[in-house]
């Protein structure tokens, strides 16, 4: 069974951009998260998308947005790029049933704003 | 505001020996609680978990201790071998949110000498 996988793994892009990472998840799984992990924060939630719909937010600026497909693959784009926005973005797979379900992480994508 | 503490940075132990890595939390609606472990380059993946109704949980090597009283979780490596050098993260989930919502402390970075 295939993993979790993330595209780009790696990134430069420079302040005032925008960027867009994707995110496949397991085969079956209809709940996709993104994290955010940095140095001095470690790892914070974004948001969870289930069958196409956001389910859950965290508390980040609106710049950073996401969407799910019907595939369950999902995208996460970041506006007018800020120095801070630097980071590993992993995304997490799982079945979503609400139940204590494991999440599945994948490798992420280093992003890095100059 | 960080709801999962985990004060420790950093744990030196030697091969072995027992690692004991600590994690305070603070939100009392968190009631589903994980540790991940995560190596360089790679997504964190799943160690362990604890329900908030069970006071202790193992899996071989590893052991999972929460103290709901004091809102406190231990992770216990016994023995511990120089693969286990990695950075361990807790987390803690709750039902409000699906359990699809991790939060997740700063992490403790385990070395674990020969």
């Known amino acids: 069974k295939a993993g979790v996988t993330q595209t780009p793994r790696y990134l430069i892009k420079t302040r005032g951009q925008q960027v867009t990472l994707s995110c496949s ?27 196409e719909t956001q ?17 369950s693959r999902s995208e996460m784009n970041v506006s007018t790029l800020e120095l801070g926005d630097s980071a590993l973005y992993l995304c997490a797979s799982s079945l979503g049933s609400g139940s204590r379900d494991e999440q599945f992480f994948g490798p992420g994508t280093r992003l890095t704003v100059l | 505001d960080q709801q ?36 360089p380059a790679e997504g964190p993946t799943f160690l362990i978990s604890i329900s908030s109704i069970k006071d202790k949980n193992e ?43 991790l939060t997740f402390g700063k992490g403790t970075m385990l070395l674990v000498s020969p």
């Open chain 1, 25 to 51: 998840p397991i085969s079956g799984h209809r709940s996709v998260s993104w994290y955010q992990q940095t140095p001095g924060q470690g790892l914070q939630f974004l948001f969870e998308y289930f069958s």
């Open chain 1, 55 to 71: 389910r859950n937010k965290g508390n980040f600026p609106g710049r950073f947005s996401g969407r799910q497909f019907s595939n």
């Open chain 2, 4 to 39: 999962v503490k985990q004060n420790s940075p950093s744990l030196s132990v030697q091969e072995g020996r027992i690692s004991i890595l600590n994690c305070d939390y603070t939100n009392s609606m968190f009631d589903y609680f994980l540790w991940y472990k995560k190596y």
């Open chain 2, 59 to 101: 899996d071989g090597r590893f052991t999972v201790f929460l103290n709901k009283s004091a809102k406190h979780l231990s992770l216990h490596i016994v023995p511990s071998q120089p693969g286990d050098s990695a950075v361990y993260f807790c987390a803690a989930s709750a039902r409000y949110s699906g359990y699809s919502t």
